[in-house]
């Protein structure tokens, strides 16, 4: 599956419809981004059950200062609508691959008592 562009009007429809999406915030002027940009478009090929979505920093300054972005590429996953793994940072293919696993591996029903036993939303 292609990459999808993820805007404010969007991240909605996109976080809420899909089990697992996986963000990347970008730019078009960060050199590590567009190294990792063909990286990240091959892995959407090889996780078909898996939302790979963009978020070009420059054009959606409001949605990057909502997740607090503070360097890119940041890649972010959300499972069930729970943010479960933020880092920035460019990933090789193997990382990016041994993550979706992890994630798909969450058992969330135990990540939702630790949420609301730790107070966190």
């Given at each position: 599956?292609?990459?999808?562009?993820?805007?404010?009007?969007?991240l909605?429809?996109?976080?809420?419809?899909?089990?697992?999406?996986?963000?990347?915030?970008?730019?078009?002027?960060?050199?590590?981004?567009?190294?990792?940009?063909?990286?990240?478009?091959?892995?959407?090929?090889?996780?078909?059950?898996?939302?790979?979505?963009?978020?070009?920093?420059?054009?959606?300054?409001?949605?990057?200062?909502?997740?607090?972005?503070?360097?890119?590429?940041?890649?972010m996953?959300?499972?069930?609508?729970?943010?479960?793994?933020?880092?920035?940072?460019?990933?090789?293919?193997?990382?990016?691959?041994?993550?979706?696993?992890?994630?798909?591996?969450?058992?969330?029903?135990?990540?939702?008592?630790?949420?609301?036993?730790?107070?966190?939303?």
């Amino acid at each position: 599956m292609a990459t999808v562009d993820l805007t404010l009007g969007t991240l909605e429809e996109v976080i809420n419809g899909n089990d697992i999406v996986l963000v990347d915030f970008w730019a078009p002027w960060c050199g590590p981004c567009r190294q990792f940009a063909p990286v990240y478009d091959a892995m959407s090929e090889r996780h078909p059950d898996v939302i790979f979505a963009k978020v070009n920093t420059e054009e959606q300054r409001e949605l990057a200062h909502h997740f607090q972005i503070r360097s890119i590429p940041t890649l972010m996953v959300f499972r069930e609508q729970i943010i479960v793994f933020s880092q920035p940072g460019a990933l090789p293919p193997a990382a990016l691959a041994d993550i979706l696993e992890k994630v798909r591996d969450l058992d969330m029903n135990q990540v939702r008592m630790d949420i609301a036993e730790t107070g966190q939303d």
